[in-house]
DNA sequence: GTGGTGAACATACCGATGGTATGTCGAAGA
DNA sequence: TCTTCGACATACCATCGGTATGTTCACCAC
């Protein structure tokens, strides 16, 4: 059973997501024509055309990898039944990490937002990094380790620290250093967020 | 001296900037057309490209525009005789309140990054707010307020934070609870790193 | 085996859009 | 008055996203 066509079908389908995720990555969204994405691919657009809906929905299709990718990476780093300080220690430290990727800096926090719609991006992170992030807020104020914030806006600003971290250091003439820093620094916010064990 | 040739060039300026900041600010920068920008400004494509170099150009004349108009508002809040906390606690607030502005959060916060290129927007950023951000973070260390974190890395993550929480404030269906949150969060995160006083 | 069917593409084309090249007009100096 | 030049307007071009149509070929019913 090896020319089943299906077989065929998802080799293209790959083979354009990475196509436009690696282009996405280098030269952004606007700056990338769907020529060039399926010149690379070796196909033409009418395969574009077939698997996806437009520009828009093939940009959807290699964010959702990326941040697949990105998944994979930080539960494992949160997963665990260890205290819910540590845990969420590890995974900023994770996600300081994940931000390392540039597919993940342009596409997931750069471009996305734009390019999909923040109400859009909005939602589809509230079953990626943004969950994982919510879900880890929670668990530290249901373990009474920070004071009783509201979680939402607690969160958001977590994560727009994490990712202004995570630019600095893609930015960064010596991003090995600047990633310390940063883990220190948000590690220090999140210590003085930290209240007495009851 | 009213039929001076540059006062109506100044206007011709003035009136694509305005229409293009309403523009932008409405639909997005890709979503808007040089032919939209120039009808509503009631000139040619040839005024335009006379005046500005092209769309990008535009566009960062219009981003200025929102930035010094921002940077009048924030310097009145921050500058002052007064403690250096109570200085960076309003200016917290300020730019919380700044933030509210639709012009600000699309085309400073959401466009910017994407259409000028992350580099340069962080470049003239450095004259707007981050800038004050980040003098605001040197004088809380150098006044022995906050833990003497690296300086650049705190104010980026800072900023971020702050950029998220505006971002969480427009994205709310009860923006002025949201916002109350998000000043009352970035405070006590603040307050957490407020060192006691030697 | 063969004729029909539909998925998986390829090709040709269209309209919109950013950008350019050229033309026009009127005020200011020589 | 003649020239010059800034401040536009007009006409046009190239690119790009998207669409409409054509072509191939595996699969299935009979």
């Given at each position: 059973m090896r020319s089943r066509r299906s077989d065929y079908t998802e080799s293209t389908r790959h083979a354009l997501v990475d196509s436009a995720l690696e282009l996405f990555t280098k030269r952004g969204y606007a700056g990338t024509s769907l020529d060039a994405i399926v010149k690379r691919a070796r196909v033409t657009k009418g395969a574009l055309y077939h698997h996806f809906s437009g520009k828009q929905a093939l940009f959807e299709a290699a964010f959702n990898q990326v941040e697949t990718a990105a998944m994979d990476r930080l539960s494992a780093a949160i997963?665990?039944?260890?205290?819910a300080w540590d845990r969420a220690m590890a995974g900023i430290r994770g996600y300081v990490r994940v931000c390392l990727d540039p597919a993940y800096q342009r596409v997931?926090?750069?471009?996305a937002p734009v390019v999909m719609g923040w109400e859009r991006w909005r939602e589809a992170e509230e079953h990626f990094s943004y969950g994982l992030v919510r879900g880890t807020v929670e668990a530290l104020v249901q373990a009474g380790?920070?004071?009783?914030?509201?979680v939402e806006v607690t969160a958001r600003i977590l994560f727009g620290a994490l990712s202004a971290g995570a630019e600095a250091i893609a930015g960064s003439s010596d991003p090995k250093a600047t990633a310390a820093d940063v883990t220190r620094t948000i590690v220090a916010v999140m210590t003085g967020m930290r209240r007495a064990a009851p």
């Open positions: 997963d665990g039944d260890g205290p997931v926090i750069h471009e380790e920070i004071e009783p914030l509201p």
